[in-house]
């Protein structure tokens, strides 16, 4: 049966934008204040940023951004898992029905990316209960920085790859949750976006056209067919993965090529490219699916 891919890369005059999407000032528990992050995020090269304070809106506006977008955010915290509202244009109060509150972000034009799940001394902040349960979340933090000297793991992909065998497209997100200086600049997300405005990233990421990095930079994705190229700047080795974590393919190299077969019993395949010490980056997911 002949296959198709279905995947977020479109090709096109765009240009790949680093930003990172959790980020804490002293309006809640940060160290610098809103500006004084813009700046540190400006200096570390950062094309976007977003003040995700714990259930606090942080104002971007008459802020300087440093050259870079501001993307006006928060943290939902109180009453349950946490839940990034990006893109916030109003503050949204906490409440412990969390599909009451991914809803109304959806409705006030942001979207949701459900926070570390792995983070705490159970490695299990956000139960998968609720990730098969609730409805209309965007992504889930596959990597959250501030993880690293937490409890827990900062790694999640194992609920992402979970979720995604069950049907569910939802993007993978990799961002700092910076409180202290230490947390800056770990991970990020790298969007393909055709012009450095709010809306554009927006869009990029809403539509999953962005990978995950903690220091690995992919140059170029390329879908021919059935076959998937990813090339990286600084990899020195790349796999793919299919349906829970089936390993299919691990080439050393600054890239890598999968053709998927027409036989394939999987519904998915993604890449993850490995540089020095704890670099990597991670694809989203290319949706295969079978046509008549
Ligand atoms: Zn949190
Ligand atoms: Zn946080």
Redesign the pocket.
Known sequence: MPIRINHPYKDGACSWLKGNLHTHTTNSDGDLSPQEAAAAYAALGYDFLMFSD?DCFTKTKGLDPCGMVLIPGN?I?AYGP?LLHVNAHRYIDPDEDRQAMIDAINVDGGFCIV??PN?LEDYNHCDHKFLDEWRDYLGIEIYNGVCLRAEGSPIATDRWDRLLSAGRRVWGFAND?SHRSVDRGIAWNVAKVESRVPAAIVRALREGRFYASTGVEISRIRVDDATITVETANAQRCRVFADLGRLQATQDGPAISFTVPEDFPYTYVRVECYGFGDDTAWTQPFFVEKTA
């Open positions: 714990h943290e915290t946490h926070c570390h983070w949750d």
